[in-house]
């Protein structure tokens, strides 16, 4: 009906939606008068009244006044703060479901992003979790004060309130344990806690990371500076009530900034790291290494990276975006040479320190862009025959993406944790490669979140 092409939903107007498909974020999407609806906490095939609360160009957002047919995976959500949180979005989504909405977002990149003929394509089933609750190997809970009391969590969903989480389901059971803690020794010792208003007070945030295979715990206070009252007395309260702690470090931020960590570490007591175990690999953690939050899930992840590159003990690999080293060591076994390139010099020394420690004598670690790299290498003649990249959410460097297509390496694996920006970078590879298949992992049971490796071959041209 043409009628309807003038006619904009109008904010606070109530009308009946049917969700068609859940949206990156993990909202419904319905359709209204052929303008798109997104709509937090509702499911695919329910039919909605909603609220507009939010007007775009483009499109409208609402709030569910009332559903009228209900999913079938519809269930309780398990956590009593899922509501405020905005941590999780999908603990309304009965599990199994959650694998096969979260294998359709990928589908539905692909068919926006790229010009493939998608139904074609093989793209496998999500891996999920045998027990996808208590995942979480690390916590960062901002405190506050509030009538005398110490709180500890997470700022609730578009607003500046935070929300005090006794217990977060999708946090390991002793990171949870850590924050309770920590939160009670600070109240105990009535230690000055940051106001974000007044910007008076010393401790902004605690940081509790465990190692899920080892069981060592690590606890981080990050204060607004460096002189911390009680310091004695806080370090004895931990070890005493938690004597699982094997590492107590402070870590300095005074910033006006989201940013949680600031330069400035220091280790109070024990250790300066915990360990982790990855299948057959150590790794030393210090406060501020990016580690996978999902272990269990990380071993099957790579464990796909491993069989997508099937290697033969012939080939040269490059680990882009090599952070510590973790994916190129998982390869290294069954590679001539692996060489890794991170913009973060730290990562680079821990990337070399975890190649040395495993004994591996065929990699090589070197800070810079692998775009910048990677040409120098291949002008010296080596070439390599596997790319794996695992890139931020924003994807692949356009310049880096155009080196690949210069460079020609056999094989790409390509590692998202964007399903948008990996169809973006699939079309302009498409030129020269084919996907192989698609594997999507679930990283993040009840977030919106998926991982996905993607096999991409060299054409074979005429």
């Known amino acids: 009906m043409k009628t309807d092409q003038g006619i904009k939903i109008q904010l606070k107007q109530t009308f009946p939606l049917t969700i068609k498909r859940l949206g990156i974020n993990g909202e419904g999407v319905g359709y209204f008068k052929r303008q798109v609806v997104f709509v937090p906490g509702a499911l695919p095939g329910e039919e909605v009244v909603v609220e507009a609360t939010n007007i775009n160009p483009k499109y409208a957002e609402a709030k569910i006044k009332k559903i009228r047919v209900k999913s079938p995976h519809r269930v309780q959500p398990p956590c009593s703060f899922y509501e405020q949180c905005g941590g999780c979005q999908l603990q309304h989504l009965q599990y199994g479901q959650q694998l096969k909405e979260k294998r359709d977002i990928i589908i539905q990149s692909l068919e926006r992003h790229t010009k493939l003929k998608v139904d074609q394509l093989d793209i496998r089933e999500t891996i999920g979790m045998e027990n996808p609750w208590g995942y979480r190997n690390k916590s960062s809970f901002q405190v506050a004060q509030k009538n005398g009391r110490v709180l500890a969590g997470l700022y609730g969903m578009n607003s500046h309130q935070l929300i005090d989480i006794e217990h977060c389901a999708v946090q390991h059971s002793q990171t949870n344990e850590a924050v309770t803690t920590v939160k009670a020794i600070l109240q105990d010792l009535q230690i000055p806690i940051y106001n974000e208003k007044t910007r008076k007070g010393i401790v902004r945030t605690i940081v509790a990371r465990v190692g899920v295979e080892t069981g060592e715990l690590q606890v981080v206070l990050i204060t607004t500076q ?237």
């Not at 099937?310 to 060489?339: F, P």
């Not at 790319?387 to 056999?410: A, F, S, W, Y």
């Open 226 to 462: 460096k002189d911390l009252p009680k310091k004695e007395s806080i370090i004895e309260e931990i070890q005493k009530r938690m004597p699982k702690v094997k590492s107590i470090v402070q870590n300095i931020n005074g910033e006006k900034t989201s940013l949680i960590f600031g330069t400035e570490t220091i280790s109070l007591a024990g250790e300066e790291f915990i360990q982790e175990t990855l299948g057959d690999l150590q790794f030393e953690l210090s406060a501020r290494t990016f580690f996978q939050l999902n272990p269990v899930q990380t071993v099957k992840l790579y464990d796909e990276v491993k069989k997508a590159a099937s290697l033969t003990g012939n080939e040269k690999v490059v680990d882009a975006y090599c952070g510590v080293g973790t994916i190129g060591l998982w390869l290294a076994d069954q590679a001539a040479e692996v060489r890794g390139m991170d913009v973060i010099p730290e990562s680079i020394e821990d990337a070399k320190k975890n190649a040395n420690r495993h004994g591996f004598t065929n990699t090589k670690y070197v800070p810079g862009k692998a775009e910048e790299v990677l040409p120098k290498w291949v002008k010296k003649g080596w070439k390599p025959d596997v790319i794996v990249v695992d890139p931020p959410r924003t994807g692949l460097d356009n310049q880096l993406l155009q080196t690949i297509l210069q460079v020609k390496p056999e094989k790409l694996i390509y590692v998202s944790c964007n399903p948008s920006t990996l169809a973006k970078d699939i079309q302009t590879l498409s030129s020269k490669y084919r996907v192989s298949y698609i594997q999507p992992v679930d990283m993040f049971p009840h977030t919106a979140h998926v991982e996905v490796v993607a096999d991409l071959e060299l054409k074979m041209l005429n």
